[in-house]
């Protein structure tokens, strides 16, 4: 199975979770560009050219309530992360086990009990990790056209 399917129907398990967890990440990467505007604006400001009407103390109040607004969305991305992980960990480890249990007794395993151990951890694990990876990469590309 390709590696795009296979994680492809990994996010249709629970899709309104995955899409919460991009939501999130993409926020929280695209953020960074708002303090470079509201920067810019308190320098305009101060200059005598601002478009903003919020004056220095709004621009000010603004920016501190977008570095607050940045590290809620680390902790609710933080969160969604560990929840998407653990969700597809369980998925993968339950489909893993019943395919097990599904084969004669006899011919259950080609491999070795460790080897099985380790396809239970390790290789879940991998996929795990991918799967909350390819947000970041998804994020900072939106960042990148934005900016």
Excluded: H
């Amino acid at each position: 199975m390709r590696t795009w399917r296979f994680l492809w129907g990994l996010i249709r398990y629970r899709p309104g979770l995955y899409l919460a967890d991009v939501v999130v990440w993409t926020l929280f990467f695209a953020s960074p560009l708002v303090p470079g505007l509201i920067t810019r604006e308190i320098f305009n400001v101060l200059t005598g050219d601002a478009q903003a009407t919020f004056g220095i103390w709004g621009l000010l109040a603004l920016l501190v309530t977008v570095e607050i607004t940045r590290r809620a969305l680390t902790q609710l991305g933080t969160a969604l992360d560990i929840t998407v992980q653990y969700n597809f960990a369980a998925l993968l480890r339950r489909n893993m086990l019943k395919r097990i249990l599904e084969r004669p007794g006899a011919r259950a395993l080609k491999d070795s009990p460790g080897e099985a151990i380790s396809r239970f951890r390790d290789d879940v694990d991998e996929v795990m990790t991918f799967s909350i990876w390819l947000l970041d990469v998804l994020g900072n590309i939106l960042f990148t056209v934005a900016a």
